[in-house]
């Protein structure tokens, strides 16, 4: 059994982390550290936990974590793990990151795009990008995770075969995304009040979004030359749940049923990720509460173009079951460990 902690107690994505966590037969959760309610206990600000996490939050204790937990979650703002993270390396405690703090290998453009000091390289250096259909055997490795954003891990796994495989021009990449108002946390802002949301759909971070260069990153690394995209956002009225709808010109002459066949070839050791059959598109709700991936494909003929669909649930996939899937890997455990929960539906 692994002693977990869950620094940044009281986000939505430890309260994520603490609900899958409850089904995992090798993970305990020993503390929940937060710096601005320890001593308090989580049942009270989430009442649905009674029963399931008691024990008052606690301050944050490097020498104390490094004794007593094998694994930390870091379910914290940006800003944050990078400067926590470098104090375990001189121990065997693993770190996985669910912020963006170490996404990004290059500390100038960390800087630019969260206008925040950055981790240090070597920091960096030593953390793998958690995507497991992409760095399984990395992973497998690994001491430290920094754990996809919620936008990335749609629109890499809906791009990565097509960018691979040549079939689609790298440098004709559009992605519209959508999200629920949990990807923006749990404080209270204008942008998600509900006046604002309800029968209201909001573009947001037009050119400025952070998950711009972390998804060209990895793309270019796909495709072994830059690449740079046009993403664009949209809040939505709802409260969990994400698509990125992508298009991009095709390099090959493919049908639909071609491309879904390589596709469905591609991901077929990834139980995560379910490639939908000729005509059938996904929707959000049909993952929701799952750490599923479901992609829809579509081959326009007549405009030389390919559409690819791909949700998540941007809590889970995008976010904590990931994380988990992260920790699996990590420990030798089977990857859907405590992840194999049906959607909720409807």
Same mark, same amino acid.
């Given at each position: ?272 990720? $379910?490639? $939908? ?70």
């Amino acid at each position: 059994m692994k002693e977990v902690a869950i620094i940044g107690g009281t986000g939505y994505g430890a309260i994520e982390l603490i609900r899958l966590l409850g089904s995992h037969e090798y993970m305990h959760i020993n503390k929940i550290i937060s710096h601005s309610r320890y001593g308090e206990r989580l049942a009270m600000f989430y009442p649905h936990l009674t029963e399931f996490y008691d024990d008052p939050m606690e301050e944050l204790d490097i020498d104390r974590l490094k004794e007593e937990v094998d694994i930390i979650f870091f379910a914290t703002p940006a800003g944050v793990a990078k400067d926590i993270v470098p104090k375990f390396c001189d121990s065997s405690v693993q770190c996985i990151d669910l912020s963006g703090d170490l996404r990004l290998q290059s500390r100038k453009v960390y800087e630019t795009w969260y206008e925040k000091e950055a981790a240090p390289q070597a920091t960096l250096d030593n953390a793998i990008y958690g995507l497991p259909e992409m760095y399984k055997e990395k992973i497998r490795n690994a001491k430290v995770i920094s754990n996809p954003g919620c936008f990335p891990t749609s629109a890499l796994l809906g791009l990565i075969p097509a960018i691979e495989h040549q079939i689609i021009s790298p440098h004709s990449i559009i992605i519209d995304g959508k999200t629920g108002v949990s990807g923006a946390g749990g404080k209270a802002t204008t942008m998600t009040h509900y006046s604002e949301t309800n029968e209201n759909v909001k573009p947001y971070k037009i050119g400025a979004h952070q998950h711009i260069p972390e998804i060209e990153q990895y793309l270019s690394a796909i495709a072994t030359e830059e690449i740079k995209t046009t993403f664009t956002t949209h809040l939505i009225p709802m409260t969990r749940g994400l698509i990125c709808t992508m298009y991009a010109t095709l390099e090959k002459r493919v049908t639909t049923k071609e491309v879904i066949h390589l596709y469905q070839s591609y991901y077929e050791a990834h139980p995560f990720v $379910r490639v $939908r059959e000729e005509g059938s598109f996904p929707t959000t709700k049909e993952v929701c509460g799952s750490n599923f991936c479901d992609i829809g494909i579509h081959v326009n003929e007549r405009t030389n173009q390919i559409i690819i669909a791909s949700v998540i649930d941007n809590l889970v996939k995008g976010a904590s079951g990931q994380a988990i899937q992260n920790a699996n890997l990590m420990n030798g455990w089977d990857e859907d460990h405590g992840l194999q929960n049906i959607p909720i539906y409807p």
